[in-house]
């Protein structure tokens, strides 16, 4: 059966600079070991199926796989979902925003002047980690200990483990880590004049991820809460990758927002 597809790029206005996303969307009809199969298939961090909502006010359901199982929520697929239903003729119940199910729940998206974003959901897991933890990943990043200035746990449901917060974006960039046995994001403040507040690494077993959704929605919770940053700012990651990618933080008084451009890459069918 052919299937409308796109494979989009996100946190990125230019094309391959930022983290690509598959999109299937017509996942109707599809058993999960199919879409399991389908996204180790593209060999891409995540690929998503769009299929009808199942709960009142959803525009649309999403279900969301890596090459090996299924995440709950996700960053970057939630605003490349949202980007390539609208541009496939996607219209949502209310003009101002639209409201995306997964496994996760109801996520709101909203269109601004910086591309789409999403209202960042609530931590499930948060607060400092233990101290046996945190030393354990001072080996696994290949520093003192005494330059982590924050160990946090950061998971909104894709199962981030920490938030690690360094004195400078230089820092950061410098890490050559060990084998990672977490997911971890690292972070650090960039200098004065820099068009990025913070630099952002993500690493997983295995791979360094090129820009991340759910993360950036977790640290911002954690940097504004604790009064490191304001928002508006900007956060850069991927650059030890060769990536571009820009994640814009806003908020308001009843949400963190989590905002990006997302721009198409390949559009059309696929036999599936």
């Given at each position: 059966m052919q299937r409308a597809f796109r494979q989009?790029?996100?946190f990125t206005s230019v094309p391959y600079r930022g983290n690509p996303l598959a999109v299937v969307l017509d996942g109707q009809g599809l058993d999960t070991e199919e879409m399991r199969r389908f996204a180790a298939w593209t060999n891409l961090s995540e690929t998503t199926f769009v299929l009808?909502?199942?709960?009142?006010?959803?525009d649309y359901r999403v279900r969301i796989f890596t090459g090996s199982g299924e995440l709950p929520f996700a960053g970057h697929p939630t605003l490349g979902t949202c980007h390539a239903w609208l541009e496939s003729g996607g219209r949502p119940r209310d003009a101002a925003e639209i409201v995306q199910e997964c496994d996760a729940g109801l996520i709101r998206v909203r269109r601004t002047e910086d591309g789409l974003a999403f209202a960042a959901p609530e931590l499930v897991r948060s607060g400092p980690v233990e101290e046996e933890?945190?030393?354990?990943?001072?080996?696994t990043l290949r520093i003192g200990r005494e330059r982590m200035l924050a160990v946090e746990w950061a998971d909104n449901g894709p199962g981030w483990v920490?938030?690690?917060l360094l004195a400078a974006a230089e820092e950061v960039l410098e890490l050559r880590p060990g084998a990672i046995e977490h997911m971890v994001g690292v972070a650090g403040p960039c200098r004065e004049g820099s068009p990025y507040a913070y630099e952002v690494r993500v690493f997983a077993p295995d791979v360094e991820d090129p820009v991340t959704g759910s993360l950036h929605?977790?640290?911002?919770?954690?940097?504004?809460?604790?009064?490191?940053v304001k928002a508006p700012y900007t956060a850069g990651q991927g650059t030890v990758l060769g990536r571009a990618g820009r994640v814009r933080i806003t908020a308001d008084e009843r949400d963190v927002w989590v905002g990006g451009a997302v721009v198409t890459c390949v559009s059309g069918q696929v036999a599936l």
């Open positions: 989009v790029d996100v009808p909502p199942t709960v009142p006010g959803a933890l945190a030393e354990r990943l001072a080996e920490v938030v690690v929605a977790s640290l911002a919770q954690f940097l504004l809460r604790t009064g490191r």
